[in-house]
């Protein structure tokens, strides 16, 4: 994401970023926030909702970001529903596509056309708890730690490979309420930090495995623990 300038030095330019969501978007804001703030290289060119009327698109309007709804409603499967998804996202032309709450499983095809440059977010520490429920399967389970792991999106659903996941301790009388509620605060931390990451051109997929500045990542990915 660097083009030469008249002078043969090198300008950085922002990063495109398409965000998904279904939701409330409060990890879209934090990407809004740090862009504003000039805290991330970043461009956002685009928000796409597969949900009509959800308030990530009023933070989107709200930021003079244009947004559009692909309403999975409307098509009567997957891979016609993907094909529309995969349209409308390249009409941004996207260095990044961030999945921030984005509540679709994507078919392989869709998948592999964004193969080392779609992220998403997902509130476990991966491989543990793919899927649904996941803080009231950690209580349940009798855990003494849960989290959220950013990670590069394949074709395993929410398999990763890892980028970085925050650490939570559960706590004695936790619900999966109040354990989605400090989890969540860990989220608006390190999702733009592995955006600040990708658009600094510091981490990137090979083999299925996460190199950041040149060197593999553990399985995990980085780590931040929180007491
Ligand atoms: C987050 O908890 C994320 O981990 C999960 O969906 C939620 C999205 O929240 N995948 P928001 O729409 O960003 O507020």
């Known amino acids: 994401m660097t083009q030469p300038s008249s ?17 409330s ?6 990407l809004i926030d740090g862009q504003q703030q000039g805290m991330l290289p970043i461009s956002i060119e685009g928000v796409i909702s597969n949900k009509l ?3 990530g698109l009023q933070r989107a309007e709200q930021a003079h970001i244009p947004s559009q709804v692909v309403n999975h409603r409307d098509y009567d499967d997957r891979e016609s529903f993907d094909a529309a998804l995969a349209n409308t996202i390249n009409q941004y032309q996207p260095d990044l596509v961030v ?7 994507l078919t392989g095809d869709f998948v592999r056309q964004y193969q080392g440059r779609m992220l998403n977010i997902h509130p476990s520490l991966l491989p543990k708890y793919q899927g649904l429920h996941t803080h009231q ?12 792991t950013v990670h590069f999106v394949t074709e395993e659903l929410d398999g990763g490979p890892n ?3 925050a650490v939570v301790p ?10 989605a509620t400090r989890v969540q605060t860990q989220e608006h931390i390190i999702y733009p ?20 500045d040149d060197e593999p990542l553990p399985t995990h990915g980085h780590q931040i623990h929180n007491n």
């Open 7 to 23: 002078n043969n030095h090198q300008t950085p330019i922002p990063c495109r970023v398409v965000v998904l969501i279904s939701g």
């Open 25 to 30: 978007g409060s990890n879209l804001q934090t």
């Open 193 to 212: 930090m592995a955006v600040k990451w990708f658009a600094a051109q510091r981490l990137q997929l090979k083999d299925h495995h996460v190199i950041f």
């Open 137 to 148: 399967r950690a209580i349940d389970a009798g855990d003494t730690q849960h989290g959220v």
């Open 99 to 105: 999945l921030a709450g984005f509540m679709r499983i």
């Open 163 to 165: 980028v970085i996941q």
């Open 170 to 179: 559960i706590i004695s009388n936790d619900t999966a309420d109040s354990l």
């Open 53 to 55: 009327d959800v308030y």
